[in-house]
Structure formats: C-alpha cells, structure tokens
C-alpha cells in the first residue's frame, strides 16, 4: 500500500518551496535607511540644498558592477546590480510603496559549466561583471538590450528579448606577447567594464591579464549590428563555442603593464572620447582617450588631472550632463568639477560602483548601496549616430 498527500494539502508541495523562493531572493526594503555622511561646502554646487548621502540597502557582497536601465512600459527606471552569479534589480516605484530590491538574473555570470565551474569557492569569479545597455533602435540610451560580461563563460554577451544570449566577444588580441611580435588571441576572462559609444561599438576593459598581469582597453566595432541569436535552444549551444564564426574587429586601445590597472568609463561630452581612470608607475590619473580624430584614425590618450591623493587605484567613475565627475576614492566619493577641479570627497566606504539614474540620484555601491540626490542627471548619449554596417 502507497500513502501520498492528501489532496486538500497537495499545493502545499508547490506554494511552500515557491514562497522560500521568493522571500530569499526579494528584500522589501521598507522605508529608507538614515543619512550618513553630506558633501563638502565647496562641492555643493553639485546638490540640491539639503541632499545627503542615505543609506539604502545593506549587506550587499560581492559588488561588481552597476547600470541604470529604462523601461518604456513602466515610464521610469531602475538599477541593475551585478553581484556573484546574480543581477539585483533596484527601484522605488512609482507610487508610495518602495519596492526595493529583486532578483533580476539568476546564474548571470555561469550556467553552462562548459568554461568554468559554477559552483564552490569561485564563485565570485564566475559571476558577472561589467554591464551595458545596446540602444540600437531606441531613442533612450538607457533603454535596449543589457550587454554582460559572464566571467564564468569567458565571454560578453548580450541578452535578447526573447531570453537568447548573443555571445559579442569571445576571444581578443594576447596582449602578453610583445607588440613587435605576432600576437595570437586568447579567450577573455573577467571584463570589469562595458560602453557603448554613440557609434554602436563597444569598450571592454580587462584587468589582471595572466600571466602578465597586464591592463587592457578594447574596442569592438560595430557591436551593435551583431545578428541575435533569438533562439534559446541555440543560445544554450553557443555555451560550447570557443570562438566566434564571424568575429567584427577587435582593436587594443590600451594596453598597460602589470601591476597596473583601468577604472570604469564614461564618454565625454563630445560624444569622440571616453574618460577613465588609470593607475600606473604607483600614481592614479583621470585620463581620456580619444576615439575619433578628424586627421588621424589612431586612438589617443591624454591624462586630465592626477588623482593620486584620492585614489589608490583606478575604480567606477560616474558623469553628470554638466559635465561634473564622480570617482570611487579610497574615502568616498571623489567630486571633481566639469572644469576638471577637485571639490573634495563625499564621505563613504570605498565604492566598488557608481551610477547616476535617470532619477537624479547618484548610486553608491560597496558592501551596501547608499544614494544621493544631485542637481543634474545623467550625461546622455546620441542615439542616432549608429554606423551602418556595410554588406
């Protein structure tokens, strides 16, 4: 004789398990938390009166990487937060009732266990990195398809509306071979940073390059006219690919020897350049590197201001549309004027990310995620500057 579950009980098997679910992976996060820290007086030209820095979220490990992301349904925004194997989705809502944060991706960083182990100690190794959004077809810049570097596939792809995930980049240029000699190409590893440029092409940076130690800068051109994979079924086979059939170019921007090391980035103002910071020959500088020249195609790079007192290592950067900039320094934020002159910190842990919204707010990441109203949004790019590929 074979007992079971009693009917009138049977969706317990189904209602419980879910309800674990969805109560670990969602923290209501009820009102906001407190005010921890203000700007300095000099650097209040950047903040409405009476704007702090607030706590927001705690106990959040494992930080890599952050990117605001528009949804023309709901008519706002929120934040995405790369964590581990995980995306975070963060926003307040559009009424009274916080909605705080939920889980946007699992397994974000490695699934297929085809490059990596997904699972033990290296966890946060094969997790994801850095983010973009691809607004080919949009008029928001912020609106489109996320791009994500998955360090436990050794890949960057992007995500696809049907669920497919299109790989973009596979392998690059082996900057450890001397340049005087034939490089090869090896797979890429752990990209920390991702932008598109109003071109359609995107940059990837790549730090801590075995066995060299190297630091990269890449571009890959024309990202945005990569053909989708809409396919879930041959989505999950390109988990196998080792390279890709139809690489676009890959160029080495820059390439930096160990130990050294390149921040996050953001364009500039022009829309032909790209501000980073650089730490080199024990010194960290914001640089920008021009992407386009009217008499010269190569790719320059300028530094702007040294930043050594602040900032022990190159880290997440973040432009306001007036210009002003947000650097990750070792006692908080480090505020610097559109005219490139320091304004002092804004006190916090060191940030491991930072992202202004489309709300006006600047978002602060480091073990927890703390935020700051400021007087002028985000920098956006030209959406209808796209290259058209050629067939």
């Known amino acids: 004789m074979t007992t079971g579950i009693a009917p009138p009980y049977a969706w317990l098997t189904v209602f419980v398990p879910a309800l674990a679910y969805f109560i670990g992976t969602r923290f209501q996060s009820g009102e906001l938390g407190e005010y921890v820290s203000s700007p300095p007086t000099l650097a209040?030209?950047?903040?409405?009166?009476?704007?702090?820095?607030?706590?927001?979220?705690?106990?959040?490990?494992?930080?890599?990487?952050?990117?605001?992301r528009h949804n023309e349904e709901l008519g706002r925004g929120f934040l995405l937060i790369g964590a581990q194997n995980r995306i975070w989705r963060f926003e307040v809502g559009g009424g009274p009732i916080p909605i705080g944060k939920t889980l946007f991706m699992d397994n974000s960083g490695c699934r297929s266990k085809a490059f990596r182990n997904c699972t033990g100690s290296s966890l946060e190794a094969t997790g994801s990195g850095g983010m973009a959004i691809d607004f080919s077809g949009k008029e928001n810049p912020f609106e489109g398809r996320l791009a994500v570097a998955e360090w436990g596939e050794g890949r960057v792809v992007r995500v696809e509306d049907t669920g497919g995930r299109t790989p973009l980049l596979m392998t690059v240029p082996d900057v450890c071979t001397p340049e005087?000699?034939?490089?090869?190409?090896?797979?890429?590893?752990?990209?920390?940073?991702?932008?598109?440029?109003?071109?359609?092409?995107?940059?990837?940076?790549?730090?801590?390059?075995?066995?060299?130690?190297?630091?990269?800068?890449?571009?890959?051109?024309?990202?945005?006219?990569?053909?989708?994979i809409e396919s879930t079924w041959e989505s999950r086979k390109a988990h196998h690919w080792t390279s890709l059939e139809t690489p676009k170019?890959?160029?080495v921007l820059l390439s930096l020897d160990g130990p050294t090391s390149i921040g996050g980035l953001v364009s500039d103002s022009t829309w032909t350049g790209v501000l980073t910071t650089v730490r080199r020959n024990q010194k960290t500088v914001l640089a920008k590197i021009t992407l386009q020249d009217d008499e010269d195609d190569s790719f320059q790079v300028k530094n702007l201001l040294d930043v050594s007192n602040y900032c022990s290592d190159a880290g997440a950067i973040a432009?306001?549309?007036?210009?002003?900039?947000?650097?990750?320094?070792?006692d908080g934020v480090v505020l610097i004027s559109s005219s490139l002159d320091p304004l002092g910190v804004l006190p916090s842990t060191r940030p491991k990310s930072l992202t202004i919204g489309e709300d006006a707010y600047l978002y602060v990441m480091s073990d927890e995620l703390k935020r700051i109203k400021v007087k002028n949004g985000p920098l956006k790019i030209p959406t209808n500057l796209l290259r058209k590929t050629s067939k």
């Open 249 to 251: 170019s890959v160029d």
């Open 44 to 68: 209040m030209s950047l903040f409405p009166k009476g704007a702090s820095l607030q706590l927001v979220l705690p106990n959040l490990t494992g930080i890599i990487a952050s990117q605001w």
């Open 319 to 330: 432009m306001d549309k007036s210009g002003a900039l947000f650097l990750a320094g070792d």
């Open 180 to 228: 005087n000699e034939t490089r090869g190409e090896r797979r890429i590893e752990q990209a920390t940073s991702l932008l598109y440029t109003s071109f359609g092409d995107l940059l990837v940076v790549e730090n801590n390059i075995a066995p060299c130690q190297k630091s990269a800068l890449y571009l890959l051109s024309q990202a945005t006219s990569i053909e989708p």
